[in-house]
């Protein structure tokens, strides 16, 4: 059984900066793609960032326009853990966080093409 859980969230003032971490326990594999989701209420699921496992730096990581040079996405791909640096937050960026992940090293930006997801943390950007 796949599980994921995410951690980290909380709340920050504007311009502050906070760092989720979701952990995928039960997967085993190389071919994956982890993403970070965000939810903002009334509002669709957007990708925040995607990591796939063949990308091999950091620098390859896919980011969705609005968080991009803010937003820093990492993954241990030992441990399947995928961390999101979040930096210059804004008050927009206030949003349940999820983590979610697919068994395809291709990363699509819809929420339908990711299986597994976790509970969600919520961001709270103070202005």
């Known amino acids: 059984q796949v599980l994921l859980v995410e951690s980290g969230g909380g709340s920050a003032q504007a311009g502050g900066s906070l760092r989720l971490s979701c952990e995928a326990s039960g997967w085993a594999g190389d071919n994956y793609c982890m993403a970070w989701f965000r939810q903002i209420p009334g509002e669709e699921r957007e990708r925040v960032a995607a990591f796939s496992s063949r990308d091999v730096t950091d620098d390859e990581v896919d980011y969705g326009y609005k968080m991009r040079g803010r937003f820093i996405m990492s993954l241990d791909k030992s441990k399947y853990v995928a961390n999101l640096q979040m930096n210059s937050l804004k008050p927009g960026d206030t949003a349940m966080y999820y983590c979610?992940?697919?068994?395809?090293?291709?990363?699509?930006?819809?929420?339908?093409?990711?299986?597994?997801w976790g509970q969600g943390t919520q961001v709270t950007v103070a202005s």
């Open positions: 979610a992940i697919r068994p395809n090293w291709l990363c699509y930006s819809t929420e339908d093409e990711y299986p597994y």
